[in-house]
């Protein structure tokens, strides 16, 4: 009998030790989850903000341009409503889409600008256009950083036995940045009006 309950003890303890093992696994690998979840997030976080920091500068950007070529105003109602889709765009798919809109504005004012002699030598211009500049440079540094996290973290939810776990909890693969269609082809480049 004491045999019996030796061998009872050594089951249960066995069991308890799995139970515990399990237990640390399943918690190692949701945390570990949670925290590259959180890394993405704070990756399309900074995307955001550097968008609504270009945001912000358009206006100033638009108004030094409205002095001196005010009859481009084309140009500059397409920047101003492109913006405003920015602003309204309630995901950060839909604002992206919008700044696509706004790049190809921006391309066309920056054409218009060259008529302009004056205006490229303005100091608030100039000013401006190197705040633009070093903002589109981080977007693009927010972008990477946010592929990046999605990378690390899609072959992590994807990994066995991560992925179990991951299907427990409903954590799913994220979506990478992707440049527009558009982007894929070269301007077209006309120096005709030069």
Known sequence: ????????????????????????????????????????????????????????????????????????????????????????????????????????????LMVVVENYPNLKANENFIRLQDELAGTENRIAVARRRYNKAVEFYNKRVRQFPTNVIANMFGFQEKPYFEAPKAARQAPKVNFKNQ
């Open 1 to 108: 009998m004491a045999k019996k309950s030796k061998t009872w003890l050594w089951i249960v303890g066995a069991l308890i030790l799995l139970a515990i093992i399990t237990y640390s696994s399943l918690k190692s690998t949701y945390n570990s989850l949670v925290i590259l979840d959180e890394q993405v997030r704070n990756a399309q976080s900074e995307i955001e903000n550097q968008l609504q920091r270009r945001y912000d500068l358009i206006p100033n950007y638009v108004a030094t341009v409205k002095g001196y070529a005010a009859h481009e105003k084309d140009v500059l109602i397409k920047i101003t409503e492109a913006r405003s889709r920015i602003g309204s765009a309630p995901t950060l798919k839909g604002k992206l889409a919008a700044n696509d809109d706004l790049n190809s504005a921006l391309a066309r």
